[in-house]
């Protein structure tokens, strides 16, 4: 992983951390997620990690938890 790509992920967890609702800080992660796919880059572990834990999050959420 590039050092640009480490600082865009920090920034994007430090943005995260701001936001209490886990569907959107989710669907933030997809766009950041869509956009790497879209120029052909690998996406980094860091940010389907993210993606993984939201989603969790989300499911939890949804059911009360």
């Known amino acids: 992983m590039t050092e640009q790509m480490q ?3 920090a920034e ?3 943005r995260l951390e701001e936001i209490d609702d886990p569907r959107r ?3 933030i992660v997809q766009e950041k997620i ?3 796919r879209q120029h ?8 389907a990690l993210m ?6 999050e ?3 959420e949804s059911q009360g938890r």
């Not at 052909?40 to 940010?47: E, M």
């Not at 993606?51 to 969790?56: G, I, N, T, V, Y």
Request: proline share 3%; glycine share 4%.
């Open 40 to 47: 052909g880059r690998q996406v980094p572990d860091a940010l």
């Open 34 to 36: 869509r956009a790497c």
């Open 25 to 27: 800080s989710w669907a």
């Open 12 to 14: 994007l967890n430090h």
């Open 7 to 9: 600082a865009e992920i």
């Open 58 to 60: 989300c499911r939890l």
């Open 51 to 56: 993606e993984r834990r939201l989603a969790e």
